[in-house]
Each structure stands twice: as structure tokens, then as C-alpha cells.
């Protein structure tokens, strides 16, 4: 499912809302069928818990604790730390290098879905897989694929109940610093992971209702939605045919869906993990282009044959 601070904050119609808590109400309802015992989550970060100064393409977190970003939940997980470890033994037994934090700090990326998904971030146990979606340079959309089959891997053996879960917009550029065009004090932030004080945590939500405003008005010079690329890649997922996003190179998908669209490499993973099953089915889905968020905004549940 995709996540946006904008869900969190004012701006958004309520309408655009109404529509969405709609779709996540189906999705609750799904997870709460199934009583998931685990859940795993792939999910990015926005330069909140990893940093220039260290920026791995993969991380498995041991143990982690929410930012509290965008009004999401502030503190520990329920991290299973024995389960999380051998999951990364196993991810690296399969030959894909992951790195592993004993205290890794997660934000909306990670916490939001949980919250949408069981009312509180720590209502399940859960090991946390950072996928970098946003510090070039990426690797190839093929290893979020690799890791993905690894991570499902591991989870069969186990005799739990497991939700995978995907957080990521589909097509969405939003005003994100890079190091090439950041001044100098969010170069510090981005780079060296300097803390942000409450002034500037509360200067930075401001510049994302307005960047919304202007983009949702048509007056942005923020890179369009692409629905028809979006509606592309869902195909791609309903029909499990994961092998052919090997062929989308990073330059292609920064082109056809934004900077921030990189974000589709947790939904890679996440089917990767489910396919790693044998094949699958998509039972809800939707889609929703929502410039109020920036965002093509998507919700897929899915469960193997």
C-alpha cells in the first residue's frame, strides 16, 4: 500500500479522504481475516533513519524505533529480535547483501501502514526491511526482486501466520533535497543525519501542505502523475509477472513515474516474498491519482493460489 504524510496533515479534501479510508477499511478488514502472528515490512526512508553518510540498499532492522514524523506512532516497535536475525542470516545465506541495525529508526514509510492497518504500530510483531528508494545511486530493480524471494524464503519455514507488507507511492516526484541542490543546513540533515528540532520539523510539514496546494492546483513545476504508468505496473503485479520489472531500469522509472517513484522497489519486494510461494492473486485493489497527496496512491491485497 502507498503512505503520505499529506494523510496526516490538513490539506487534502474530504472526499480524496473519505476515498481512501474506504480502501484501507477493505485492506483492515483483510488483515484482520487472516490474524496475521508477524508482519514484515519493506519500506523506505526519508532521510530520517538513514544518511549519505552511511545509505545501505537493504537493512534489516533487529530492533527499531519510530520517528514520530507526520504524527505517526513515536517509539519502539515489537521487533521479534531472534526472528529478525536469522531473516537476515537467510537473506544472506540466498547471496544478497543486507546490512542489519540493532536500533534502527523508522518513519511514516514504515509506521503509517502499520497504524492504518491495525490502529496502533505496535498491535503485531514486526521486522522492519529498509529497501533505499531515495539516496542515488540505486541498484537494479532485479535485487529488490532478489531480496523479496530471500525474505520469503525464510518466512516459509516458519509456522506463523506472516503478512508481507509493501509501503511505497506508485508515480510521485515531491520536493525531496538531494546533496547536489540542498543548502547547507539540510545538507547536514541529509548527509551526517543531523536531528531536526521541532521548529524545523514543524517548517518542513508547513512546506509540504503548500507544496500540495500548488501541485493539486496545477501551478508546480513538480514532475505530472502518470496514471497510465502507474496502471502499467499494477498489471505487472496482478498478473505475478515480476520478471518483467527486471527490464525497468532506474533512469526509466525516475523518467515515466518521478524521483520518488523509486518507492515501487517495496512492492517489488514485497510480491517477490509472496511469489517465492508459488503463484499468487491480487483480491482488492486500488487506485486512486491524488495530486492533493502527490502521489498515485495504490492498495493491493493479494494471497497465493
Known amino acids: 500500500m502507498s503512505h503520505s504524510p499529506l494523510l496526516n496533515l490538513p490539506g487534502p479534501s474530504q472526499d480524496l479522504l473519505d476515498d481512501i479510508e474506504g480502501a484501507i477499511v477493505e ?8 490474524d496475521p502472528e508477524l508482519v ?6 526519508h532521510y530520517n533513519g538513514f544518511f549519505y553518510k552511511l545509505m545501505p540498499p537493504f537493512c534489516i532492522g533487529t530492533g527499531a524505533n519510530g520517528v514520530g514524523d507526520y504524527g505517526t506512532h513515536a517509539g519502539p516497535l515489537d521487533v521479534p529480535q531472534q526472528l529478525a536475525t536469522e531473516c537476515a ?7 544478497v547483501d543486507v546490512a542489519v541495525s540493532a536500533c534502527m529508526d ?4 514504515t509506521v503509517q501502514p502499520l497504524e492504518k492497518l ?6 503485531r510483531p514486526v521486522i522492519p526491511i529498509f529497501v533505499n528508494a531515495i539516496g542515488a ?3 537494479p530493480l532485479h535485487r529488490c526482486r532478489a531480496l523479496g524471494t530471500a525474505v520469503g524464503s525464510y518466512l516459509s519455514t516458519l ?11 506508485l508515480s510521485h516526484s515531491p520536493p525531496v533535497p538531494t546533496p547536489a541542490r540542498a543548502p547547507s543546513p539540510v545538507l547536514e540533515r541529509i548527509v551526517h543525519g543531523q536531528p531536526m528540532t521541532p521548529e524545523q520539523r514543524q517548517a518542513r510539514q ?8 500548488s501541485f493539486a492546483s496545477g501551478d508546480s513545476d513538480l514532475q505530472p502523475l502518470n496514471p497510465v504508468w502507474d496502471q502499467r505496473f499494477l498489471e505487472i503485479i496482478d498478473g505475478g509477472w515480476l520478471a518483467e520489472l527486471d527490464q525497468w531500469s532506474n533512469s526509466f522509472v525516475t523518467h515515466e513515474g518521478g524521483s520518488s517513484a523509486q518507492e515501487i522497489r517495496t512492492w517489488v519486494a514485497a510480491f517477490g516474498a509472496l511469489a517465492s510461494a508459488g503463484p499468487y492473486e491480487t483480491v482488492g485493489r486500488y487506485y486512486k491519482p491524488a495530486p492533493e497527496l502527490i502521489a498515485g496512491f495504490a492498495i493491493r491485497t493479494a494471497i497465493p493460489k
Open 27 to 34: 485492506a483492515r478488514r483483510f488483515v484482520d481475516d487472516y
Open 40 to 45: 514484515v515490512v519493506f519500506s523506505p526512508d
Open 206 to 213: 508547513a512546506a509540504v501542505i503548500d507544496a500540495a496546494k
Open 137 to 139: 545511486p540505486l541498484g
Open 159 to 169: 509456522d506463523k501466520r506472516v503478512l508481507v507488507l509493501g509501503s511505497g507511492g
Open 89 to 95: 542470516k537467510a537473506v544472506l545465506d540466498a547471496g
Open 106 to 109: 523508522v518513519d511514516h514509510g
Open 118 to 123: 491495525f490502529g496502533v504500530a505496535t498491535a
